[in-house]
């Protein structure tokens, strides 16, 4: 079977763009949407920085929203790997941003990791700087996931409380929420993408001026933990398998169980409570 890369499906995905722009909606574009979807399924599991480059390639390209939707949905699972979701579709609404950790701020970081920080504190300095990047709501169902994973991994770092499934659900709710009500606002002249990149240096020199202060730069925080939660842990929909009040008789998976897996490498830590995490 031939070995196919994220750059040869960038690349593939604006040619089918090409052929529908030529012939219009044809069997044989259709085809090759069908035969990119295939493709695309045989990827291994793709970090951020090729899923965003494949993201962007299917926000320009010109197909039909339905065609556009079916990519998208496929290269969700490849970021994910998301068995923990049952029924619906994903929720296409939105911009995408699947790196919040490399766009917070110094400041912004100190406040969450303060030991006063509150679960409440923590929402809005995230959905602040949110605002000011140009984000508007609805918040898309794949930025509410890498960004509850983003938070739920700070507090892993330096706590081993994992928060039950259910709290984890009500964290992805009141991120959604606090981004509708959030009365801050971005920079007028500033121009917004519909995916953003890696890191928000690569958006330009006018973006990066638009959306931080001199004295607040954007510091890149990743953590290792922040992929496993979001492909394993993170429920945001109802259904979820993760949630207690879905689990099929006989199987029964706990905040407890998955705290031990995460934190199995991990040296006790000092005892410390973190407030914020203990939903």
Not at 192 to 200: F, G
Not at 233 to 241: L, M, N, Y
Not at 254 to 270: G, I
């Amino acid at each position: 079977m031939p070995s196919w890369t994220a750059s040869d499906m960038v690349c593939e995905i604006e040619n089918i763009g090409k052929l529908w722009k030529a012939r219009g909606v044809s069997q044989v574009a259709e085809a090759m949407v069908n035969n990119a979807i295939r493709k695309l399924s045989s990827l291994n599991l793709v970090g951020p920085s090729a899923a965003i480059q494949l993201y962007a390639a299917i926000d320009v390209v010109q197909l039909e929203t339905s065609a556009k939707n079916r990519l998208s949905e496929c290269i969700d699972k490849l970021v994910t790997q998301d068995v923990t979701e049952v029924g619906a579709t994903s929720n296409r609404n939105g911009q995408l941003l699947i790196t919040p950790f490399n766009y917070l701020t110094q400041k912004d970081w100190e406040q969450i990791n303060s030991d006063t920080a509150s679960y409440w504190t923590i929402i809005y300095v995230v959905v602040e700087r949110f605002k000011k990047i140009g984000m508007k709501p609805p918040m898309a169902e794949m930025t509410v996931k890498w960004t509850t994973g983003t938070i739920v991994a700070n507090g892993l770092e330096r706590s081993s409380g994992m928060p039950s499934y259910e709290g984890i659900l009500q964290l992805t709710k009141d991120l959604k929420q606090a981004l509708k009500s959030c009365t801050v606002k971005a920079h007028p002249d500033l121009q917004p993408p519909k995916v953003y990149t890696e890191s928000p240096s690569q958006l330009g020199e006018s973006f990066m001026a638009l959306a931080y202060d001199n004295d607040d730069q954007p510091v890149q925080m990743p953590s290792t933990r922040v992929h496993g939660l979001v492909r394993d842990h993170i429920p945001v929909r109802e259904t979820s398998k993760l949630l207690a009040k879905n689990h099929k008789k006989g199987i029964e998976i706990t905040a407890a169980d998955v705290a031990r897996e995460l934190m199995k490498a991990q040296q006790a830590d000092n005892g410390k409570c973190i407030t914020w995490l203990k939903f």
